[in-house]
């Protein structure tokens, strides 16, 4: 809310006009997964239809968040609608957590029952000179690659976003016990060490793809590997934007200790990243 006006009383339930906002983001979406799927697979007509996916997505999502702040400051939320929010936050983050775990899920099959049963005494008839180590291509690619090592840019990423967690939880802190200075500074250091996080990793990519062989393509080893930390590394972009966009909200003079949800689910959703991406460096980087 903004510093020069007070919050009046809030309706008993808000029910917002009709919009078309949920409409226009599905067909976004719409255009992007069609889109994605259509470019992979040799279409280039599919990289129009991503782009302008994402554009019409990101256009709608603005304008929709634009006046669910105007209708927060306005008063019109209270404390049923935040307890809808509050729900609303948790199964998405839910969703994320299975999101996850199904990429999880698959690392640990391969790795524990996959590998092991290709290299079986079973199937050497199938795969003679195949040896069931991991990190591992599969039994029917050659090209050579360097695994990834925890130590180095991993390690000094995990330091970089434990450190922005706490940091995040200071600015929290800050913010419930009026110190406005302090939860901008605290703020804004959460923000620079994720987009310092998000540096690393791009030259961790580059890296891989131009010294160490290790890509995309670089069978089970590399597939796995890419999708886990480039999942990981979308998540935090858009933490770190969800981030961004509080801090410009607390420089307008929005938030007070006992309204300021839009914060504490930015905060959620970034403790979230932070311990994905410790189940990450444990399970793909340190016990590669």
């Known amino acids: 809310m903004s510093a020069a006006t007070p919050r009046g009383p809030a309706p008993y339930y808000f029910v917002p006009e009709p919009s078309a906002f949920p409409v226009l983001t599905a067909t976004g979406l719409l255009f992007v997964i069609v889109g994605a799927s259509q470019w992979v697979n040799g279409h280039g007509w599919g990289a129009y239809s991503l782009f302008f996916g994402l554009a ?51 690392l640990f099959y391969i790795r524990n029952l996959s590998v092991p049963d290709l290299g079986s005494v079973a199937s050497k008839l199938v795969w003679p000179g195949y040896s069931a180590q991991w990190p ?23 330091i970089l976003l434990l450190s922005s967690g706490v940091t995040l939880t200071i600015a929290h802190h800050a913010l419930k016990a009026g110190h406005r200075g302090q939860l901008k500074l605290f703020l804004f250091l959460t923000i620079v060490l994720g987009f310092t996080f998000l540096g690393f990793q791009a030259f961790e990519y580059h890296h891989a793809y131009s010294e160490m062989g290790l890509k995309l393509t670089s069978g089970v080893y590399g597939s796995t590997f890419f999708m886990l930390t480039g999942f990981h590394g979308l998540h935090v972009t858009i933490g770190a934007i969800m981030l961004t966009v509080m801090l410009f909200r607390v420089f307008a003079g929005h938030f007070d200790a006992e309204h300021h949800f839009a914060f504490e689910a930015s905060a959620w959703y970034w403790h979230f990243v932070d311990v994905v991406w410790l189940l990450l460096f444990i399970l793909v980087y340190w016990m590669a």
């Not at 994320?96 to 199904?102: D, I, L, Q, R, T």
């Not at 599969?138 to 180095?152: D, N, Q």
């Open 56 to 106: 019409m997505w990101l256009i709608v999502l603005s304008q929709w968040f634009r006046k669910a702040i105007a209708e927060s400051e306005g008063g019109l939320y209270g404390d049923r609608v935040d307890l809808s929010f509050r729900w609303s936050m948790s199964w998405f983050i839910f969703s994320e957590v299975m999101f996850f775990g199904a990429f999880f899920g698959a």
């Open 136 to 158: 591992t291509e599969g039994p029917y690619l050659t090209a050579k690659f360097t695994p990834m090592e925890a130590v180095g840019i991993p390690l000094l990423n995990t």
